[in-house]
Structure formats: C-alpha cells, structure tokens
C-alpha cells in the first residue's frame, strides 16, 4: 500500500502527495514515512528537480501519527524497549533534519532546494510536526484545525514539534500549543506565527510552487540556524525569558497537580531546548518522548483515550446483525435544561427534534435554551446566523403529543419520578408506530421498573446523558433486564450520529457512573465529619489528578440533589442501606440552605456573582478538626479506592461487560484520574497484589466498604492483570 505519491512537473517542481490507500485520514507509519524519506532523497539528488511542495490527496493534511506505531516501537528492540523508542524517535528527527536542512551546506548555508508544505483542513500532531521541517507553510482558508494535541493523550509531541515550534515562536506562545493542546484555525494559526501563509484552496498548491521557484538560499534558513539567533521571548537565561518559564512551570504545575509525566516532560524539553542547538535539542526531544511513552501512564492514557475510545465510537459493542438504525426524527419528553440540551446536540447533529413539555411556554423555553448556547457560538465566532437559523429549524417546540408521530426514537427527560415517567411513556407510546424505540434518561432509577409503563419492553432502554449535555461527551447506555439488540443498536447509532462517545451497561441501582462517583463523594463528606481537614481533602483529590474535590463536587452537583439520593436509597434498600456520617454532613448543609454553588453557599463560600472563595468557615464549627490527621497517603487511598471498588464490583456484578467502557467511561463522566487511563488501567498500573494490600490495610483501619472484592482478590494471587484477562480486543487478536 502506497502513503506517498510523487510527481515532478514541468518547471522541475516535485509534488509529494501524501494519500494514504484505503484510510479516510493520513496517519503517520514507518512505511509511509520510509515512503517520504525515499521521495526526499530524490529530490535532494535530482539535479533536475528544483524544489519540492508536500500536500495531501485528501480534504485533510494529516491526523498525525497511527499511535498503535509508537506500541510497536517497544517491541522493535525486545531486550530493551526503550532503545527501541528512542531510535524509532532519532529516525522521524533524522527525516524532518533532513528536509529542513534542505542538502544546503553546513557552513554557508547554500544550496539547499525549497520543500514547503501545502496543508488543508485537519493538521494535528505529525501532521504539523513534518510542515514545521520545512521552509514556509502555506494552509487553504477554512475551518481547518492546526495542532499539536499530543498532550490529551499522556504524551507531547516528539516527531520535533516541542523544539521547533518552542524555537519559532518562544516558549510563551508555543505553550498553549504544546501543553494545552490548543488547535487553530488558519488565520489564527498565521496570527501566532506558526505557518506563514492563508490562501483559497483553489490557488493552494500554485502559490506553494510559486514560492519555490522564487526562493533564494536565505529563505531556506530557519532562524534558529542563522548566526546571531534570538529565542522570541527570551531564552531562560534572558530576565524576560527566566520570568516566562517560571510562570508556565507554576501554572502547568496547578493545573496538573503533578500528576501528568508529559507535561512535565514538556516543560523540560522547551527549556533545555531553547540552550543548545537543533541536533542536540531533538536529541534531548527524543529521550524525554521515550523517558514519558515507557511511563505505564502514557500507554494506559493512549490506550483509554486514543484506542478505546475510538473502538467504542465506531461501534465495538454495536450487536451484530442489526441493520442502521439512526434516527430520522427525534421526540424529546421534557424542555429543562436536561432535555433542551439534548434537543440543541441532536438539532445540532442535523437530526429532526419535537421538544415537548406539558405547556408551549415551557417547551418554547426549552428551545430558547438552545438558541442561548448557539448565540454563544456565535459571540465566540464558532458558527454563523445560518447555522443557527438551520439548527432552530430543526426543533419544534409544542405540548401536543400528536407531534411526535413519526419520531423512532423518543428520549424522555421528565422529573426523576416513576409514576411521571410512567405517564408520559404511556401518552407518548400511544402515538408512535410499533417499531419505535423509547429511551428514558435516569441516573438513579432501574430501567426494567420504569420499562413496566412501556408497550413493550424489548424496545425500552435506558440513555443516561450527563449535564450539560453540550459539553459533557458521555453517554451512558442502560439495558434494562428485557431490552432487545435493536434498542442498543438504536441507542448506539443515535450517540454516534451525535458525536458522543457511548458506553452500555446493564441495570443495577446507579448504573456505572454514579454508583462509583457517590462512593468518592461521601468518602470526601465522611472525612468532614471524622475531622479530617477539609482543604486536605480536597488537595488530596487533586493531587490524585482528580477534576474537583469530592467537596467542591458536592456543590457543583448541589446538596440537595446529594440529600435527595440518600433519601431515595434508603427508602429503597430499607435495612440493608449502609449508614454514613457523611449523611449528617449532607443534612446538616441542607438545613442550613447551603445548597451549593446554585444557592452561593456550600462546603465552600461564594460572592454575589457566585464566584468559589474558601472552605466555609463553619464546616470547622460544626465537625472540628481532629489534632490527629491521618496520612496523606491514607487520604488518597481512600478517595481513589472507594471509586476503584465499585468500578471492580460493577464488573463482577455483570453491570460492566467490557473493561473499555468502565475506564472510557470512568474518565469522560467524572475525570476518574486521567492520567491512570482509568480505575482498571490503575489496578494494572499498581498491580494487583498492591491493590489488595491498600484495601485491606483500608478494610482493617477504616471499615468494610473497602472490603477486597473476591475478583481482585483472585487475580491478585494469579498475578493477573485486566487488560490481560479482560480485554476483549486483545483476546480477539
């Protein structure tokens, strides 16, 4: 199969398309780049060719590099993995090396030809990396993104961007680039200074060649090759330069809590690169790129982030035989913020939505709800009049069930109560034609109960969406104890046509998501209680790489809703409900009004504009601080393990079918540790046999929720791991 096409036209020019056979997008391979080193090779020999333009036979440039290649990279060198890294690191350097230096002599600088990249539409990773080797960039005008979004999977870029990109624009401005993994759209990306030219797509390719034949030697010099280099910004050693570094360390540093190797690696690279030259700072590139990828964090956040995620977005536990079910038209039971939300994605994603409610003023609100999130697109220049008008288009807004003939897909977002839903799937059933799907979207209540209302419970399944809806990529999908193949396949088709990412559990009190996050929560509430110091608490949390603190995430999700689940469980489970301290806290916040961040007052103050301020004073008053603190190390445990547990007890209950789901799905709904890849990535990464030490030591200081599941404990005394026992795709292969 063939990556790279080349050509030479009359003027000497070589084009060098790069097409990946048989793939939508173009990915770095050792084969393709093998290809391109080949093509270069020719053109710096050729003394017929005068120069070369690099472009893409797609309506994108690249994607960046295939990441299952950087796996293979480990096993090139079997006695020493990391050896393998590095060298199959120094061979992209060497390629890039070679183009940017361009066979121009050493010393003068001379004689090099002119290889400039022509990109278009999507340019992330690798895909930016090879332009930024080359002597000016030229990008057609659009929406296109450009980018180095390594760091979102627990690496930084290694095929030379972090040096190249840190030496043209400087360290403060290549940051958000490289440590963020900010993407731009063209005339941004010009802006900043990170490719040289914007053209219309149709003169793309005759601009780029035009540019080569007028190129003289100095414009093939890169600036940090010319004598007399200064570092935009300042170098370390520059007063400005020292001030940025300590600034981007510090804010990286806060924002990571320490808990990410890659961004660190990062920081390091652009610091020590900016001193020495190129060939010694891809050097050192290349050995932190291999220090982080051998880091067991980096493979479980590629595997998690990258590998999975995208298995299950393409359809990895889609049931087989079920023809296409996406949905035409949608039918939408409930205009809050919840069912708004899910009208404006799916408006959004050109599918037709009937919002109802039991007024038109309420519907109508649910739709003006809509129309406020793309009248934000808009104020931040991300969509036009239009696209908004076209969306709007889409919804209708109405309290008579009558609209929602036609719809095969009903998603009900009324209040969290089974006679409600109970009604309004009987009065919407009875308009829509038999081989309709209805979904219910609960996060607490069983589906095979609520699906006792439905006309047939083979069709009735459960789509957990979390808030907000627009910008929360989760779906949680519930099989209820009768739901047929067709309902999943309905529900699965219907998230990726949304563009979420899907995970599909069985049904069992709290489903997945929340039966680990309420863990994590009353741990951190149980603690308050006990006399554990609150800002230790929430410090912990962070420092495991959690989002937010269990206290602050109380306040985000609201006391009362807290207080609401305990009463709904406990009237449920009768007897059998585990009594905590960490109810007395919920209740006592309760009555005190502290509802949370929506009420300014919660675990934490808030000013008038509801902005967070400190750890509320009482919480001291009301549960004082202990003079004993328990260890910090103690303290992570507990709020790492509580939510571990019930991932493991999820699985060995059947509520988890697929391992791939529990740590997707652990990550995206509630920011489980990203940088572990998720709770059974972390049991690989501590190992088993370690795991069971902490939670018995847990079990035997602070009580019998920590109890070792039986499953953990099996596989610790098999010396068995996960992904090696349970990884579906592994198993296949």
Same mark, same amino acid.
């Given at each position: 199969?063939?990556?790279?096409h080349?050509?030479?036209?009359? +003027?000497?020019?070589?084009?060098?398309?790069?097409d990946?056979?048989?793939k939508?997008m173009?990915?770095g391979?050792?084969?393709g780049?093998?290809?391109?080193?080949?093509?270069?090779?020719?053109?710096?020999?050729d003394d017929?060719?005068?120069?070369?333009?690099?472009?893409?036979?797609?309506?994108?440039?690249?994607?960046?590099?295939?990441?299952?290649?950087?796996?293979?990279?480990?096993?090139?060198?079997?006695e020493?993995p990391?050896?393998?890294v590095f060298d199959g690191?120094?061979?992209i350097?060497h390629?890039?090396r070679k183009i940017?230096l361009a066979?121009m002599d050493?010393?003068?600088?001379?004689?090099?030809k002119?290889?400039v990249?022509?990109?278009?539409?999507?340019?992330?990773?690798?895909?930016?990396?090879?332009?930024?080797?080359?002597?000016?960039?030229?990008?057609?005008?659009?929406k296109?993104?450009i980018?180095? #979004?390594?760091i979102?999977?627990?690496?930084?870029p290694?095929?030379?961007g972090?040096?190249r990109?840190?030496k043209?624009?400087?360290?403060?401005n290549?940051?958000?680039?490289?440590l963020?993994?900010?993407a731009?759209?063209?005339? $941004?990306?010009?802006?900043?200074g990170?490719?040289?030219?914007?053209?219309p797509?149709?003169?793309l390719?005759?601009?780029?060649?035009e /540019?080569?034949?007028?190129?003289k030697?100095?414009?093939?010099?890169?600036?940090? +090759?010319?004598?007399?280099?200064?570092?935009?910004g300042?170098? #370390?050693?520059?007063?400005?330069?020292?001030?940025t570094?300590?600034g981007?360390s510090a804010?990286?540093?806060?924002?990571?809590?320490?808990?990410?190797?890659?961004?660190?690696a990062?920081?390091q690279?652009?610091?020590?690169a900016?001193?020495?030259? *190129?060939?010694?700072?891809?050097?050192i590139?290349a050995?932190?790129f291999?220090?982080?990828?051998?880091? #067991?964090?980096?493979?479980?956040?590629i595997?998690?982030?990258f590998i999975? $995620?995208?298995a299950?977005?393409k359809?990895?536990?889609? #049931?087989?035989?079920?023809?296409?079910?996406?949905?035409?038209k949608?039918?939408?039971?409930? %205009?809050?913020?919840?069912g708004?939300?899910?009208?404006?994605v799916?408006?959004?994603?050109?599918?037709?939505?009937?919002?109802l409610?039991?007024?038109?003023e309420?519907?109508?609100k649910g739709k003006?709800?809509?129309?406020?999130?793309?009248?934000?697109?808009?104020?931040?220049?991300?969509?036009?009049?239009?696209?908004?008008?076209?969306v709007?288009?889409?919804?209708?807004?109405?309290?008579?069930?009558?609209?929602?003939?036609?719809? +095969?897909?009903?998603?009900?977002?009324?209040?969290?109560?089974?006679?409600?839903?109970a009604?309004?799937?009987?009065?919407a059933?009875?308009?829509l034609?038999a +081989?309709?799907?209805?979904?219910t979207?609960?996060?607490?209540l069983?589906?095979?109960e609520?699906?006792?209302?439905?006309?047939?419970?083979?069709?009735?399944?459960g789509?957990h969406?979390?808030?907000?809806?627009?910008?929360m990529?989760?779906?949680?999908?519930?099989?209820?104890?009768?739901?047929?193949?067709?309902?999943?396949?309905?529900?699965l088709?219907f998230?990726?046509?949304?563009k979420?990412t899907?995970?599909?559990?069985?049904d069992?009190?709290?489903?997945?998501?929340?039966?680990c996050i309420?863990?994590?929560?009353?741990?951190?509430?149980?603690?308050v209680?006990?006399?554990?110091?609150?800002?230790?608490?929430?410090n912990a949390?962070?420092?495991l790489?959690?989002?937010?603190?269990p206290l602050q995430?109380?306040?985000?999700?609201s006391?009362?809703?807290?207080v609401?689940?305990a009463?709904?469980?406990?009237a %449920?489970?009768?007897?059998?409900y585990?009594?905590s301290?960490?109810?007395?806290?919920?209740?006592?916040?309760?009555?005190e009004g502290?509802l949370?961040?929506?009420?300014? %007052?919660g675990?934490?103050?808030?000013d008038?504009?509801?902005?967070?301020?400190f750890? /509320?004073?009482g919480?001291?008053?009301? /549960?004082?601080?202990?003079?004993?603190?328990?260890?910090?190390?103690?303290?992570?445990h507990r709020?790492?393990? %509580?939510?571990?547990?019930e991932?493991?007890?999820?699985?060995?209950?059947?509520?988890l079918?697929?391992?791939?789901?529990?740590?997707?799905?652990?990550?995206?709904?509630?920011?489980?540790?990203?940088?572990?890849g998720?709770?059974?990535s /972390?049991?690989?990464?501590?190992?088993?046999?370690?795991?069971?030490?902490? *939670?018995?030591?847990?079990?035997?200081?602070?009580g019998?929720r920590?109890?070792t599941?039986?499953?953990?404990?099996?596989?610790a005394?098999?010396?068995?791991?996960?992904?090696?026992?349970f990884?579906?795709?592994?198993?296949?292969?």
């Amino acid at each position: 199969m063939t990556d790279f096409h080349f050509d030479v036209d009359a +003027d000497g020019i070589a084009t060098i398309t790069w097409d990946c056979e048989g793939k939508s997008m173009n990915v770095g391979s050792e084969e393709g780049l093998a290809e391109l080193d080949a093509h270069i090779e020719k053109v710096l020999s050729d003394d017929a060719i005068k120069g070369a333009v690099i472009t893409t036979g797609k309506k994108d440039f690249a994607a960046g590099m295939d990441l299952n290649v950087l796996a293979k990279m480990k096993t090139a060198n079997a006695e020493n993995p990391a050896q393998g890294v590095f060298d199959g690191t120094m061979k992209i350097h060497h390629l890039f090396r070679k183009i940017e230096l361009a066979g121009m002599d050493k010393k003068t600088k001379k004689g090099g030809k002119p290889i400039v990249a022509a990109i278009k539409g999507t340019a992330l990773g690798l895909g930016l990396e090879l332009p930024l080797a080359t002597h000016r960039i030229f990008a057609a005008e659009g929406k296109g993104r450009i980018g180095l #979004p390594e760091i979102m999977v627990g690496i930084f870029p290694g095929g030379g961007g972090t040096v190249r990109l840190t030496k043209k624009l400087g360290a403060m401005n290549a940051s958000s680039l490289i440590l963020e993994g900010k993407a731009l759209d063209p005339k $941004k990306a010009k802006a900043l200074g990170v490719i040289e030219e914007v053209v219309p797509e149709e003169e793309l390719i005759s601009a780029a060649k035009e /540019w080569v034949k007028n190129a003289k030697d100095s414009d093939l010099v890169k600036p940090w +090759d010319a004598k007399g280099y200064k570092m935009p910004g300042g170098a #370390p050693y520059h007063p400005a330069g020292f001030m940025t570094y300590v600034g981007m360390s510090a804010i990286v540093q806060s924002k990571t809590q320490g808990a990410y190797p890659a961004a660190k690696a990062a920081i390091q690279v652009m610091y020590e690169a900016a001193q020495v030259p *190129t060939e010694v700072a891809l050097k050192i590139e290349a050995r932190q790129f291999t220090k982080v990828l051998m880091n #067991p964090s980096s493979a479980a956040m590629i595997r998690s982030l990258f590998i999975n $995620k995208g298995a299950l977005e393409k359809g990895a536990v889609r #049931p087989e035989g079920v023809a296409d079910m996406r949905v035409r038209k949608l039918g939408v039971l409930g %205009a809050g913020m919840m069912g708004a939300g899910i009208a404006y994605v799916s408006a959004n994603a050109g599918i037709e939505v009937v919002l109802l409610d039991m007024k038109q003023e309420a519907a109508d609100k649910g739709k003006a709800h809509a129309e406020s999130i793309l009248d934000g697109g808009i104020k931040r220049k991300k969509i036009t009049e239009e696209k908004k008008a076209e969306v709007l288009g889409r919804i209708t807004a109405t309290d008579n069930y009558d609209d929602l003939k036609g719809c +095969d897909l009903i998603v009900e977002a009324v209040f969290e109560d089974v006679d409600v839903k109970a009604g309004v799937t009987k009065e919407a059933e009875a308009r829509l034609d038999a +081989d309709a799907i209805f979904a219910t979207n609960t996060s607490t209540l069983p589906i095979t109960e609520l699906a006792k209302a439905s006309r047939n419970d083979e069709r009735f399944i459960g789509i957990h969406f979390f808030s907000p809806v627009h910008k929360m990529n989760l779906v949680e999908i519930i099989k209820g104890a009768k739901t047929g193949p067709e309902a999943v396949a309905k529900a699965l088709d219907f998230v990726r046509q949304i563009k979420k990412t899907p995970i599909v559990v069985n049904d069992e009190r709290f489903f997945y998501a929340n039966r680990c996050i309420i863990p994590y929560i009353n741990e951190g509430v149980r603690m308050v209680a006990e006399g554990v110091c609150p800002a230790v608490i929430e410090n912990a949390a962070k420092q495991l790489g959690m989002p937010l603190g269990p206290l602050q995430l109380t306040d985000e999700t609201s006391i009362d809703l807290g207080v609401k689940i305990a009463k709904a469980t406990k009237a %449920a489970m009768g007897d059998a409900y585990p009594e905590s301290p960490s109810d007395d806290v919920l209740f006592k916040l309760f009555e005190e009004g502290r509802l949370g961040r929506k009420a300014n %007052a919660g675990f934490y103050n808030y000013d008038e504009k509801g902005k967070r301020g400190f750890l /509320w004073e009482g919480l001291a008053e009301n /549960w004082p601080v202990a003079k004993e603190q328990p260890s910090f190390t103690d303290v992570q445990h507990r709020l790492a393990m %509580a939510q571990t547990l019930e991932a493991v007890r999820a699985l060995e209950s059947g509520v988890l079918e697929d391992i791939r789901e529990g740590d997707v799905g652990a990550i995206l709904g509630w920011g489980f540790m990203p940088w572990s890849g998720g709770p059974f990535s /972390w049991l690989d990464i501590l190992g088993a046999e370690k795991a069971v030490e902490i *939670t018995d030591y847990l079990t035997a200081t602070y009580g019998e929720r920590f109890q070792t599941p039986a499953l953990l404990r099996e596989m610790a005394e098999k010396g068995e791991s996960f992904y090696t026992r349970f990884d579906k795709t592994a198993q296949a292969a």
